[in-house]
Nanobody
Framework: QVQLVEFGGGLVQPGGSLRLSCAAS????????MGWYRQAPGKRRELVAH???????NYSDSVKGRFTISRDNAKNTVYLQMNSLKPEDTAVYYC???????????WGQGTQVTVSS
């Protein structure tokens, strides 16, 4: 079972920046896809961004141009750089890892991001 630990969340002012990290317990080069979802109070969980083992990325329209997902295979870590943060970005952010052959899906426990003045 892949274990994921997120950190880097906190309180930031609108327009500010924050970087989230997701550290995996094993080599992320063997994980087909890693990404970030978020869930705000009263809202359903939604995709933020993901990155494949081949380096392809995908972003939701709401964060495109502001957020950047990246990975460091040597550190078994995926990052989410968040710039120009808005109050509507406030949510719990969850890291996900998906493996195939055989299929497995693992979630981190989440880290709170609050954007407020």
């Amino acid at each position: 079972q892949v274990q994921l630990v997120e950190f880097g969340g906190g309180l930031v002012q609108p327009g500010g920046s924050l970087r989230l990290s997701c550290a995996a317990s094993e080599s992320i080069s063997s994980i087909a896809l890693m990404g970030w979802y978020r869930q705000a109070p009263g809202k359903r969980r939604e995709l933020v961004a993901h990155i494949t083992s081949g380096g392809s990325t995908n972003y939701s329209d709401s964060v495109k141009g502001r957020f950047t997902i990246s990975r460091d295979n040597a550190k078994n870590t995926v990052y989410l750089q968040m710039n120009s943060l808005k109050p509507e970005d406030t949510a719990v952010y969850y890291c996900i890892a998906i493996m195939v052959s055989p299929f497995a899906q693992c979630w981190g426990q989440g880290t709170q991001v609050t954007v407020s003045s």
